[in-house]
């Protein structure tokens, strides 16, 4: 194989590895840009729809349409009952108290992962070929194909809500003032439970995605350590930055993987998108198409 | 004298900045000075001395975040790679040049506090969230190097075993031993933190805490003083790697994951951000807590689960009543236990009357 062969599945890899990155960063974006909320449990959302959706397929041997269903659902429903029980009282207080209660919900979801239905990891197989399609030089697995697909496919279907639909209006009024929006008579706390309701539609959709990749186990949640550096290159309340973001980090740490790799024995994967993102916030903070809002002190 | 003060009496800055703020406070310290130097180590079984020392190192670690966290305001998710830097440099100075333990310490501590200063330099630009995110990539950037530069790590397991401290002839081997050898830092490092934060250092830490715009408008250099806190903190990170290394006799990258950043973060939160008394609590409540799960696990375990699961069970039962726990009071009682340890003495301060 040639060099620029080489370079090119290393390319294509990415940006199909890179979407699938930016349908996950969408939850966390959503959720940003409505509520000003982080959420460090990104990963564990996609985790626990994965288990909602191998436990319906598995143990209650649903078809697979009502099993990716029942994901949606159970993770819509996730959405509103946090927003409602946790998060809701701690609006106002500040970020290091949302982090942490963050990371104490992931600390609870992965702790009660050996608790679930089912033990080991379980496959979480979809009615896809096997066999990669080979065009030319690229091998793309079928799988990729279809995240790729559908992450497009949301994230025009969420930039559409945003600009066109009523509620996405709102939705943006509730991020940008939310005395202003509550002066207009948009009920804010509902859209901060549609904001959630909203991520979980995205972490289901990404559970199963991953989990047919990687097998659905309690590991599933570490893909959520690369929704950081895809926020922060996008721009932690911009959609289509996700979607830059999720490819340029598919990009680099493919293509750091394939180079690197062979000379330090593993792992660049994981360890790239940090540096560019460390890089980032040095020269960017607010990322590519982030709001300007950071202050400098 | 032993009596309380019924309200806030003082008069002078001294007063409301002196270490005892009454004679009882004098009293009370000597008399937990004799119960730990003395009641408890001598009373306690080895292993419950083992748990007691575990306790002492975790002191030490939350005192260090809360300087950065509490008092200075930075969040960082960065602790527990800190605490791997001083780790690895004190067993590479041990098994390498043969150093004696106060060398390791000291220099454990001093390239903590150096790279965590490097680590805190995004600081200077970003704050909240995007810092916490910066931290965060410090330590897995960190994590990865420690484990993939043969260099440091000593191979591929990447632990390195380290001799156990001596002190003149004696070897510091028993638990006992340790036990006193902890207990010495506990103290230098209680009296430091209290000492720091009532200095000059201290009070430009929580003007930067509570408003940095205007602390630098009265005159404190912003760029300085974050970095020092940062440093500050990752040297108390730094000696509790060293410490804890020397407690296991072995250097292991394992014990300073992310979790253990966050477990740090959770014993501020739980103890209480911005005091002393609070991360002493907090140290104690989160690294008692596996264990009490695991005694209350295996007594109960006959009736729900069989022993098997029950080994299987009990990490993931720490995490997520360690989460719940982090939720809980960060929604009820966000000042932590230290919060709950005032209202009770301030409850019994003019016990019989109710006002």
Same mark, same amino acid.
């Given at each position: 194989?040639?060099?620029?062969?080489?370079?090119?599945?290393?390319?294509?890899n990415?940006?199909?590895i890179?979407?699938?990155?930016?349908l996950?960063a969408l939850?966390f974006?959503?959720?940003?840009?409505?509520?000003?909320?982080?959420?460090?449990?990104?990963?564990?959302?996609?985790?626990?729809?994965?288990?909602?959706?191998v436990?319906?397929l598995?143990v209650?041997g649903?078809?697979?349409?009502?099993?990716?269903l029942?994901?949606?659902?159970?993770?819509?429903?996730?959405?509103?009952a946090l927003?409602?029980?946790?998060?809701?009282?701690?609006?106002?207080?500040?970020v290091?108290a949302?982090?942490?209660?963050?990371?104490?919900?992931?600390a609870?979801?992965r702790?009660?992962?050996?608790?679930?239905?089912?033990?080991?990891?379980?496959?979480?197989?979809?009615?896809?070929?096997?066999?990669?399609?080979?065009?030319?030089?690229?091998?793309?697995?079928?799988?990729?194909l279809v995240?790729?697909?559908?992450s497009?496919?949301?994230?025009?279907?969420?930039?559409?809500?945003?600009?066109?639909?009523?509620?996405?209006?709102?939705?943006?009024?509730v991020a940008?003032?939310?005395?202003?929006a509550?002066?207009?008579g948009?009920?804010v706390?509902?859209y901060?439970?549609?904001?959630?309701?909203?991520?979980?539609?995205v972490s289901?959709?990404?559970g199963?995605l991953?989990?047919?990749m990687?097998?659905?186990d309690?590991?599933l949640?570490?893909?959520?350590?690369?929704?950081?550096p895809?926020?922060?290159?996008?721009?932690?309340?911009?959609?289509p930055?996700?979607v830059?973001?999720?490819?340029?980090?598919?990009?680099?740490?493919n293509?750091?993987?394939?180079?690197?790799?062979?000379?330090?024995?593993?792992g660049t994967?994981?360890?790239?998108?940090y540096?560019?993102?460390i890089?980032a916030l040095?020269?960017r903070p607010y990322?590519?198409?982030?709001k300007r809002i950071?202050?400098?002190? | 004298?032993?009596?309380?003060?019924?309200?806030?009496?003082k008069?002078?800055?001294?007063?409301d900045?002196?270490?005892?703020?009454?004679?009882?406070?004098?009293?009370?310290?000597?008399?937990?000075?004799v119960?730990?130097?003395l009641?408890?180590?001598?009373?306690?079984h080895?292993?419950?001395?083992?748990?007691?020392?575990?306790?002492w190192i975790?002191?030490i670690?939350a005192?260090g975040l809360?300087?950065?966290?509490?008092y200075?305001?930075?969040?960082?998710?960065?602790?527990?790679?800190?605490?791997?830097?001083?780790?690895?440099?004190?067993?590479?100075?041990?098994?390498?040049?043969d150093?004696?333990w106060?060398?390791?310490?000291?220099?454990?501590? =001093?390239?903590?506090?150096?790279v965590? %200063? /490097? !680590? *805190?330099?995004?600081? $200077?630009r970003?704050?909240?969230?995007y810092?916490?995110i910066a931290?965060?990539?410090?330590?897995?950037?960190?994590?990865?190097?420690?484990?993939?530069v043969?260099f440091?790590?000593?191979?591929?397991?990447?632990s390195?075993?380290?001799?156990?401290?001596?002190?003149?002839?004696?070897?510091?081997?028993?638990?006992?031993?340790?036990?006193?050898f =902890?207990?010495?830092f506990?103290?230098? %490092? /209680? !009296? *430091?933190?209290?000492? $720091?934060?009532?200095?000059?250092?201290?009070?430009a830490?929580?003007a930067?805490r509570?408003?940095?715009i205007?602390?630098?408008?009265?005159?404190i250099?912003?760029?300085?003083?974050?970095l020092l806190?940062?440093?500050?903190?990752?040297?108390?990170?730094?000696?509790?790697?060293?410490?804890?290394?020397y407690?296991?006799?072995?250097?292991?990258?394992?014990?300073?994951?992310?979790?253990v950043?966050i477990d740090?973060?959770?014993?501020?939160i739980?103890?209480?951000?911005?005091?002393v008394?609070?991360?002493?609590?907090?140290?104690a409540?989160v690294?008692?807590?596996p264990?009490v799960?695991?005694?209350?696990?295996?007594?109960?375990?006959?009736?729900?689960f069989?022993?098997?699961?029950v080994?299987?069970?009990?990490?993931?039962?720490r995490?997520?009543?360690?989460?719940?726990?982090?939720?809980?009071?960060?929604?009820?009682e966000?000042e932590?236990?230290?919060?709950?340890?005032?209202?009770?003495?301030?409850?019994?301060?003019?016990?019989?009357?109710?006002?």
């Amino acid at each position: 194989m040639g060099d620029w062969q080489f370079t090119a599945l290393l390319l294509s890899n990415g940006v199909l590895i890179g979407l699938m990155y930016s349908l996950i960063a969408l939850g966390f974006v959503l959720v940003y840009k409505a509520t000003d909320a982080v959420n460090f449990a990104q990963g564990e959302f996609v985790m626990i729809a994965g288990f909602v959706a191998v436990g319906a397929l598995t143990v209650l041997g649903v078809p697979l349409w009502l099993s990716i269903l029942a994901a949606l659902v159970g993770m819509i429903a996730f959405g509103f009952a946090l927003e409602r029980v946790m998060l809701r009282k701690l609006i106002g207080r500040p970020v290091i108290a949302i982090v942490m209660a963050t990371i104490g919900l992931a600390a609870i979801l992965r702790g009660l992962g050996p608790f679930g239905i089912f033990q080991g990891t379980r496959p979480l197989p979809l009615p896809l070929p096997d066999e990669p399609f080979v065009l030319g030089p690229l091998f793309i697995p079928p799988i990729q194909l279809v995240g790729g697909l559908v992450s497009l496919l949301f994230l025009a279907g969420f930039g559409y809500f945003f600009l066109k639909s009523r509620k996405g209006i709102a939705m943006r009024a509730v991020a940008d003032n939310q005395q202003v929006a509550l002066a207009m008579g948009i009920n804010v706390e509902r859209y901060f439970g549609v904001a959630w309701a909203m991520t979980g539609i995205v972490s289901a959709l990404g559970g199963v995605l991953w989990g047919n990749m990687l097998g659905v186990d309690v590991n599933l949640a570490l893909v959520g350590f690369k929704v950081f550096p895809v926020v922060i290159l996008g721009g932690l309340d911009s959609i289509p930055g996700a979607v830059i973001g999720g490819l340029i980090v598919g990009i680099v740490e493919n293509v750091a993987a394939g180079y690197v790799d062979p000379f330090v024995g593993g792992g660049t994967k994981d360890f790239a998108p940090y540096v560019l993102m460390i890089l980032a916030l040095m020269i960017r903070p607010y990322g590519i198409f982030g709001k300007r809002i950071i202050e400098r002190v | 004298m032993i009596h309380r003060e019924c309200g806030i009496l003082k008069t002078t800055y001294e007063a409301d900045m002196a270490l005892y703020p009454l004679p009882i406070a004098k009293y009370a310290v000597a008399a937990f000075a004799v119960l730990f130097f003395l009641i408890v180590p001598l009373m306690l079984h080895e292993y419950f001395l083992s748990i007691a020392n575990l306790v002492w190192i975790a002191v030490i670690g939350a005192l260090g975040l809360n300087i950065l966290v509490g008092y200075t305001g930075q969040v960082s998710i960065g602790h527990g790679a800190f605490m791997s830097v001083g780790a690895y440099t004190a067993a590479n100075l041990a098994t390498r040049l043969d150093a004696p333990w106060p060398v390791n310490l000291l220099a454990g501590g =001093l390239m903590a506090a150096l790279v965590g %200063a /490097i !680590v *805190g330099i995004p600081s $200077l630009r970003i704050k909240g969230l995007y810092l916490a995110i910066a931290t965060l990539a410090g330590q897995l950037i960190i994590e990865w190097t420690i484990n993939h530069v043969t260099f440091i790590s000593g191979g591929v397991q990447a632990s390195i075993e380290v001799p156990r401290p001596r002190l003149g002839p004696y070897v510091l081997s028993s638990q006992h031993a340790m036990y006193y050898f =902890l207990l010495f830092f506990v103290v230098v %490092a /209680i !009296v *430091g933190t209290m000492n $720091l934060v009532r200095s000059r250092v201290g009070r430009a830490f929580i003007a930067i805490r509570d408003h940095d715009i205007a602390a630098e408008i009265i005159g404190i250099n912003i760029f300085r003083y974050k970095l020092l806190a940062f440093a500050i903190s990752s040297f108390y990170a730094g000696v509790t790697g060293v410490l804890y290394t020397y407690y296991l006799g072995i250097a292991n990258y394992e014990q300073f994951q992310i979790g253990v950043s966050i477990d740090y973060l959770a014993m501020i939160i739980i103890g209480g951000l911005g005091s002393v008394l609070g991360s002493i609590f907090g140290a104690a409540f989160v690294t008692l807590l596996p264990i009490v799960i695991r005694y209350a696990m295996e007594a109960f375990s006959g009736v729900l689960f069989s022993q098997a699961t029950v080994h299987n069970l009990i990490p993931a039962l720490r995490l997520t009543l360690f989460g719940a726990l982090i939720i809980v009071f960060l929604v009820l009682e966000p000042e932590g236990l230290n919060r709950l340890w005032r209202n009770i003495r301030s409850y019994f301060r003019v016990w019989p009357f109710a006002y």
